[in-house]
Nanobody, 126 residues
Framework: VQLQAFGGGLVQAGGSLRLSCAASEGTFSSYAMGWFRQVAGKEREFVAAINWNGHNTEYADSMKGRFTISRDNAKNTVYLQLNSLKPEDTAVYYC????????????????????WGQGTVVTVSS
C-alpha cells in the first residue's frame, strides 16, 4: 500500500494540527496503522497506532491525552490530531501500515510496519 501524509506546518506552542495519511488501495481496512516521528540525528519514535477497525489504539506515554489517532476506512485515511503542542513535538511525522495477523492488536515497533509515507513536517514554536 502506498501512503501519503500531509497536514504538517508551523504552529505556536499550545496550538493544534491535524495530520492525515491517505492510502492508495481499497484493502486499507486490512492494515493496522501507526504514526511515528523523527528528529534529525535521533531514532524514529513511536507516536500512536490503531488497529483495523479503530477499536484498539495505543499511544506513547508523552503523547497520551494530547494526541488522538483515528481512521476512516471508507476514505482510506488515518488521522493524527495533535493538541497542546510543545516545541519538543517538532519532528517529521510518518504514517505507516502493517499487516498484523491478530487484527485486534497494534504494534509500537517500527520494524513491524512495511509501508511508509513520505513524512510531513511539524514545527512548534515557543
Amino acid at each position: 500500500v502506498q501512503l501519503q501524509a500531509f497536514g504538517g506546518g508551523l504552529v505556536q506552542a499550545g496550538g493544534s494540527l491535524r495530520l492525515s495519511c491517505a492510502a492508495s488501495e481499497g484493502t486499507f481496512s486490512s492494515y493496522a496503522m501507526g504514526w511515528f516521528r523523527q528528529v534529525a540525528g535521533k531514532e524514529r519514535e513511536f507516536v500512536a497506532a490503531i488497529n483495523w477497525n479503530g477499536h484498539n489504539t495505543e499511544y506513547a506515554d508523552s503523547m497520551k491525552g494530547r494526541f488522538t489517532i483515528s481512521r476512516d476506512n471508507a476514505k482510506n485515511t488515518v488521522y493524527l490530531q495533535l493538541n497542546s503542542l510543545k516545541p519538543e513535538d517538532t519532528a517529521v511525522y510518518y504514517c505507516a501500515a502493517a499487516k498484523i495477523a491478530d487484527t485486534g492488536r497494534v504494534s509500537r515497533l517500527s520494524v513491524v510496519y512495511n509501508s511508509w509515507g513520505q513524512g510531513t513536517v511539524v514545527t512548534v514554536s515557543s
